[in-house]
């Protein structure tokens, strides 16, 4: 697989991922939940962590959350510039189509999640009690590097108590699947399972 492909697939994933990023940001106000069908929901949110909303200053007092949100958004810079260059280095050796389709797709996740992380704060203003425009004229909801990762797909499948005869959660109520996530997030977790599943085919040496 050639460079020139993989920046095809790349482009292709990060076209779909903003645009319905910037659809849901400019239609929707935060926490808005359309039902599609039982088990699809479009749902509205925002995430200035990490998975599941999880961030540094969860775990220490000592790291305010602006600190926290910009260490985040700088190391996922980090991240992805080292993909990158990852990228780069298996298409010039020829590597395995499916090492490289992987890399590819995680490559575009994580930079489409960084593109909100940098800009989205400074290209539109905030969603609460309202549909954000792009570009207003008072400004952003924040600075640059302190944007929020847009969210939107929700899949509720099957929400429940469980059965008595489960050790140790019988008889909770439980819901399968809760976390709202987008397309970038699912391009990550594709490639990811990918090199998990394909992995001998993947690293052929």
């Known amino acids: 697989m050639s460079l020139k492909k993989s920046s095809l697939v790349i482009f292709i994933i990060l076209l779909i991922d903003q645009i319905s990023k910037i659809y849901i940001k400019t239609h929707f106000e935060l926490g808005e939940d359309v039902t ?27 790291i305010s959350d602006e600190s926290a949100k910009l260490i985040l958004t ?58 954000a425009s ?7 909801y924040a600075g640059v590097f302190y944007g929020n990762v847009v969210d939107m797909l929700h899949f509720p499948i099957w929400n429940g108590v469980l059965p008595e005869w489960l050790p140790f959660i019988n008889g909770k109520q439980f819901s399968f699947f809760d976390p709202v996530f987008n397309i970038a ?10 090199l998990i599943v394909f992995n001998k085919k993947a690293f052929e040496n």
């Open 185 to 194: 997030d699912m391009a990550i977790s594709t490639g990811i399972g990918i």
């Open 134 to 140: 792009f570009l207003p004229e008072e400004g952003g």
């Open 36 to 62: 599609v069908f039982s088990w699809f929901h479009i749902a509205f949110v925002e995430n200035d962590g990490m998975a599941w909303g999880t961030k540094l200053s969860d775990f220490t007092t000592l």
């Open 74 to 131: 700088l190391f996922r810079i980090v991240a992805v510039t080292g993909i990158a260059f990852w990228l780069v280095d298996v298409t010039k050796k020829k590597k395995s189509k499916i090492l490289i389709f992987a890399i590819s797709i995680i490559f575009a996740g994580a930079l489409g999640n960084i593109l909100d992380s940098v800009f989205y704060g400074i290209l539109f203003n905030d969603s609460v009690m309202q549909v």
